[in-house]
């Protein structure tokens, strides 16, 4: 299943020992927001740390280009946005407030402060930290050249900056990296010139998904790095940083990793790169299999939808075509809008015996599955990797 490629170097340990992961390439792939891509990538694990990454290439670098070019944001719910469940509170909220209030209740960051939130898109993140740290000035930074319009609005926006980040003369409290770390090319060289950017008794915070639960992140063409706890762990100790917090639960299927400057430096746990290789073949298998299930399903009932409107259900939504007869979502701002061509209906709305896909990963699927179960439709799931 995987072939050794000696000519790129580990985007974690700098090691040319990356093993191709093969079949992987013939799969469609989709962008980070949420457009159908052709097939054709690249899927590597690291032989000697067992990091899961791309191979930056020319061929990513033209592909990545192409995706920024017409990038749209949360295009799905009007640039709103996903909500998820807080799992607190046991309510849905937007991602970044939940995000927000966790980082509160951490009690490690000071009561005024500046943050910088790189990739900072249409200010998502900004504006819930604008809504729970209320004497904090806030600071973003992306690839366009003028920010966002909405993001001038936030209560306590200071400043937009563009370009390269080493131009950066600031320092923060509070450096945030919400789903951004993995679209650099060079992650590694993107901390280090952030640690000298986190004031001496600041921290850095970063959300990326998390391969060990999530295997649609891999069908992300812009994403070049897929990080497990131990890889996120690892490329942040290189860059300088000490890990304060890495909590799995804060968000389902995500990673959520707080560190600072000056933290007791630990050791992560070490992967087994033959055994992780192993399980990424696996993952791909399994997306292989899902994609013919739905097809195979969407065939044999007339009345067929699926569940959700980002990465996973816009990957099985293309290779099914017009099989599909609308969405369904539970997400206000996305309900009663169009998507790919099919209109986006809330569970309650659904025709009765309607059979609905859960294109999710199996734990998240179940849960989906068991909250509306009272509804007279037939949920489908695949089974556990």
Request: negative net charge; glycine residues 6%; hydrophobic residues 40%.
């Given at each position: ?8 170097p ?28 052709k ?13 899961v990454?791309k ?5 990513w670098?033209?592909e990545?280009?192409e995706?920024?070019?017409?990038y749209?944001v ?5 640039g ?11 309510k849905p909220?937007?991602r ?6 966790r ?9 005024i ?5 790189v ?8 504006r ?5 740290f ?12 003028k ?12 400043r ?7 131009n950066i003369?600031?320092k923060?409290?509070?450096?945030s ?14 901390l ?12 850095l ?9 999530n295997?649609?992140d ?12 131990s ?12 890990m304060v917090?890495l909590e ?8 959520s ?17 033959i055994?992780?290789?192993s399980e990424?073949?696996?993952k ?5 299999q899902?994609?013919d299930?739905?097809?195979r399903a ?19 939504a ?23 061509g099919?209109?986006?209906l809330?569970?309650d ?7 609905v ?8 699927a179940?849960a ?6 009272y509804?007279?439709?037939k949920?489908?799931?695949?089974p556990?990797?």
């Amino acid at each position: 299943m995987n072939h050794a490629i000696a000519k790129f170097p580990c985007q974690v340990c700098g090691m040319t020992a990356l093993n191709e992961v093969l079949g992987f390439a013939e799969l469609n792939r989709v962008t980070s927001d949420c457009k159908p891509f052709k097939c054709g990538g690249r899927l590597t694990v690291c032989g000697e740390c067992a990091a899961v990454q791309k191979i930056p290439n020319d061929q990513w670098l033209r592909e990545i280009s192409e995706i920024y070019l017409h990038y749209n944001v949360y295009s799905q719910g009007g640039g709103e946005e996903q909500i998820v469940l807080d799992s607190v509170t046991g309510k849905p909220k937007r991602r970044s407030v939940v995000l927000a209030s966790r980082l509160h209740e951490t009690n490690q960051l000071p009561d005024i402060g500046w943050l910088l939130d790189v990739g900072c898109g249409n200010g998502a993140t900004l504006r819930a930290f604008s809504d729970e740290f209320l004497t904090w000035k806030l600071y973003g930074h992306d690839l366009d050249v003028k920010p966002h319009e909405s993001i001038r609005k936030i209560p306590r926006f200071d400043r937009y900056f563009t370009g390269n980040l080493e131009n950066i003369d600031d320092k923060f409290h509070l450096v945030s990296m919400i789903h951004s770390l993995e679209h650099f090319q060079n992650p590694l060289s993107v901390l280090k010139i952030l640690h000298e950017k986190v004031h001496d008794d600041g921290h850095l915070f970063v959300e990326v998904c998390n391969v060990e639960e999530n295997p649609f992140d891999l069908l992300v063409a812009d994403h070049l790095m897929h990080f497990s706890p131990s890889s996120l762990e690892s490329i942040s100790i290189q860059a300088g940083f000490a890990m304060v917090k890495l909590e799995t639960s804060w968000i389902k299927k995500e990673l959520s990793m707080l560190s600072n400057l000056h933290g007791n430096q630990s050791t992560p746990l070490r992967l087994d790169p033959i055994r992780t290789l192993s399980e990424i073949a696996k993952k791909v298998r399994w997306l292989r299999q899902l994609k013919d299930t739905a097809l195979r399903a969407s065939q044999e009932n007339q009345n067929f939808g699926i569940f959700g409107t980002s990465i996973a259900a816009t990957w099985v939504a293309n290779y099914l075509g017009d099989e599909i007869k609308y969405f369904v979502d539970e997400d206000p701002s996305r309900t009663g809008r169009s998507y790919m061509g099919k209109p986006v209906l809330a569970p309650d709305n659904v025709p009765d015996s309607a059979t609905v896909f859960i294109a999710l990963s199996p734990k998240l699927a179940s849960a989906i599955r068991e909250r509306l179960s009272y509804l007279p439709l037939k949920f489908l799931q695949m089974p556990a990797l």
